[in-house]
């Protein structure tokens, strides 16, 4: 079935330092890829996505790129700030049943220090 | 202005004790779920209804049973609680392949 790896976590950055968090997939078809975050004590909330190939999805300065070929769709940001402190979900969108439904990665905890 | 919402936020209940966790968005989704969030954060989909009908139930006990009044409400009664119940709930809504989760349920059973 469909599934989503990324990278273990936790990871600690200090501020202003480069992000990558890690995710690959397996899925039939070309499923749309999606990055969630959550920050301490709420629910998730869509960070980026990208539906096709090559599509590249941006917000808040993360960005992320569909890469078929290599089946990755790897989170990236420039410089990151103590307030983006969360877990980051990998996650695929795949129907069943004529519903939308979500598969997610574990989750990677984000740590940023001052 | 709370698109999705849940009641309670935090539930500490016995083994055997039956309850429930109520959802509802006002965002005229059409379709609702609900997700499990253990204590290594992973979430796994339990339900998806699309305008009160059930379309996923992925292998969940029958011990939960969601019930649909209407398409903004989706509420999730659990009997017999065990232990391996404690998790985090979430209640999700969607349009056009993006989804809104609510704040989570934490769910303690003792």
């Known amino acids: 079935g469909d599934s989503v790896t990324q990278m273990e976590g936790p990871v600690t950055l200090s501020e202003e330092a480069f992000l990558t968090i890690n995710c690959t997939y397996t899925?039939?078809?070309?499923?749309?890829l999606f990055w969630y975050v959550q920050y301490p004590g709420e629910g998730l909330q869509l960070l980026l996505k990208?539906?096709?190939?090559?599509d590249k999805g941006s917000n808040k300065g993360f960005e992320a790129t569909y890469r078929k070929e290599t089946t990755s769709f790897h989170l990236e940001k420039g410089s990151v700030q103590v307030s983006d402190s969360a877990v980051y979900f990998c996650a695929l969108e795949g129907l069943q049943g004529g519903s939308e439904k979500l598969v997610f990665g574990k989750g990677t905890k984000l740590t940023v220090n001052p | 202005d709370t698109a999705v919402s849940q009641t309670p936020k935090y539930l500490v209940t016995q083994m055997g004790n039956d309850k429930s966790i109520k959802c509802e968005q006002n965002?005229?989704?059409?379709?609702m779920y609900w997700y499990k969030q253990d204590s290594k954060k992973f979430l796994k989909i339990m339900f998806s209804?699309?305008?009160?009908?059930?379309?996923i139930n992925e292998t969940v006990p029958n011990r939960f049973s969601p019930k649909s009044p209407d398409k903004a409400h989706l509420n999730l009664h659990i009997n017999s609680l065990e232990l391996g119940d404690s998790a985090v709930y979430f209640c999700?809504?969607?349009?056009?392949?993006?989804?809104?989760f609510g704040p989570g349920t934490r769910l303690t059973v003792t």
């Open positions: 965002l005229g989704h059409d379709t």
């Open positions: 990208a539906t096709k190939a090559d």
């Open positions: 999700a809504s969607s349009l056009l392949s993006e989804q809104y």
């Open positions: 209804y699309n305008n009160k009908e059930l379309i």
């Open positions: 899925a039939t078809g070309y499923p749309s």
